[in-house]
């Protein structure tokens, strides 16, 4: 038990040099956003070293690397990263299983008397995954959050109402601090329809003047529709200038119309905060490169992907001392952008994130995203761009079949023709038969959540996972 005296966060570090190493903006603009790639990796070079010195302190990499014939000296430069083996987020399950509550992953003890916060994941199923952040960690979270805000477009004094969930998950608590802190703008922490209301939440949006939103583009589009067709507000007369989401293979272009506003694109993680995110030129998310590391690498060989072929993200973060991943496969399928953007960010890009890997449904032999489906249905402006899929065996056969549950965007739509198109879509784009299956606005509320939470459903596969006793969902 601890027993010394109260720990102040402020003390706990030292701030002032914490801002010069990291840079929020302006002074990222100036120092490490156009920054020469030989100085950008002599940066990263001298950080990985003491991410690696400070990896053979933590039980979890110990093991880890051991059991892959690794010691200490063996990692000697940032060129040997690849000689690391990856790991998941099933190790991470298992280390919490072995070291209950916390796991051997963290490096830290949370009765150490350290000012630390506590987030999880915003896993489903089972209790989420801890994450428990260090004072200088969590302030360079905010940081980095400050630069994708900045790179967005956030200005001073804009009024940003944020819609993302306020509860144990990461994203709602990490976007009040990179506002508050790094941004200069009045952060409006609405939440997600859980919290408030999404009719309130327009009321707020309408009288307190906000000009900049952030949430999932599921909810954002959602917002407007109920704002248009529930309360007779057009979302154009709001004048949004900016709205910052997480567009993956939603419709971007649907959004900004029904909104009237510039939707800018941005990735991140539970554990390292914002890793990438676009600049007004929109050709590709810029990684935050001086603090983390990404690896697009194809799942069947283990080796990069060249520029344009889609893998699976690796992660290694390098301002994280408690806590930090060391080519961590998050999952998460993208693919670098070749070239340079027209901003002159030194930074490499990555485009939009494809879908989870762990999404992925083998479907008579056919690798199918939930996402890309979204991005199919969205293309039909008759339905509203929401969507579920169910996948399941039928017959004496056990035949494998994907529906997917689609909202119609009125009562005047024929259902039977837009039923009709969707199938013929899918088979198009995607090479296999899909049922689709028209249903009224909010139907599909209980399956996907769009209206009440962050993190919103898109899958059920009856052939191998667990339900959610309330919608069998996962």
Not at 24 to 30: A, K, S
Not at 32 to 42: E, F, Q, S, T, V
Not at 149 to 167: E, I, K, R
Not at 365 to 389: H, K, M, Q, W
């Amino acid at each position: 038990m601890y027993t010394g005296p109260v720990p102040h966060f402020w003390s706990s570090f030292d701030v002032a040099a914490t801002i010069q190493e990291y840079c929020p903006p302006p002074l990222f603009f100036e120092r490490i956003h156009k920054m020469p790639r030989a100085a950008l990796r002599a940066v990263q070079e001298k950080r990985f070293l003491e991410l690696m010195e400070r990896g053979w302190k933590i039980p979890f990499f110990k093991r880890h690397w051991q059991a892959a014939g690794l010691e200490p000296g063996d990692i000697r430069s940032l060129a040997d990263l690849k000689k690391l083996p990856p790991y998941d987020v099933d190790d991470i399950r298992k280390s919490i299983e072995s070291k209950p509550p916390w796991g051997d992953f963290l490096g830290i003890d949370p009765t150490m008397g350290m000012p630390m916060v506590l987030q999880t994941s915003g896993g489903t199923t089972g209790l989420p995954r801890p994450q428990i952040y260090a004072p200088r960690d969590r302030e360079i979270m905010g940081i980095l959050g400050g630069r994708r805000l900045a790179m967005h477009g956030v200005q001073p004094g804009d009024v940003v109402q944020s819609t993302y969930s306020l509860n144990l998950s990461n994203g709602g608590f990490a976007a009040r601090e990179a506002l508050w802190k790094y941004s200069g703008a009045l952060p409006v922490m609405t939440g997600s329809g859980n919290a408030t209301p999404t009719r309130r939440q327009i009321e707020i949006m309408k009288a307190w003047g906000v000009n900049v939103l952030l949430g999932f583009p599921s909810y954002v589009r959602h917002l407007a529709q109920v704002a248009r067709d529930e309360m007779g507000i057009e979302p154009r007369s709001l004048n949004l200038k900016l709205i910052g989401s997480h567009i993956g293979m939603e419709d971007r272009a649907g959004i900004e119309e029904l909104w009237g506003a510039r939707c800018q694109d941005m990735y991140g993680t539970n554990e390292a905060g914002v890793i990438a995110c676009d600049c007004d030129h929109r050709m590709g998310m810029h990684v935050q490169e001086d603090a983390t590391i990404v690896e697009i690498i194809d799942p069947e060989t283990g080796k990069d992907v060249p520029d344009g072929e889609r893998g699976t993200i690796y992660l290694t973060t390098l301002f994280k001392h408690y806590g930090p991943q060391i080519r961590f496969n998050i999952n998460d399928i993208s693919a670098w952008m070749a070239g340079e953007c027209a901003c002159g960010g030194s930074q490499r890009r990555i485009e939009r994130i494809f879908g989870r890997g762990d999404n992925m449904v083998k479907l008579r032999g056919v690798n199918i995203f939930p996402e890309a489906i979204g991005a199919l249905v969205a293309e039909d402006a008759r339905s509203t761009g929401e969507y579920f899929c169910i996948v399941d065996r039928v017959g004496a056969s056990g035949r494998e079949e994907m529906t997917v549950l689609v909202e119609v965007r009125g009562d005047d739509i024929d259902r039977a023709s837009l039923q009709a198109a969707l199938e013929a879509r899918f088979k198009d784009a995607l090479g296999v038969k899909i049922e689709a299956r028209p249903m009224a606005r909010g139907e599909l509320d209980p399956f996907t959540g769009v209206s009440q939470t962050s993190k919103i459903k898109r899958l059920l596969d009856k052939r191998r996972s667990a339900t959610d006793p309330a919608t069998g969902a996962t």
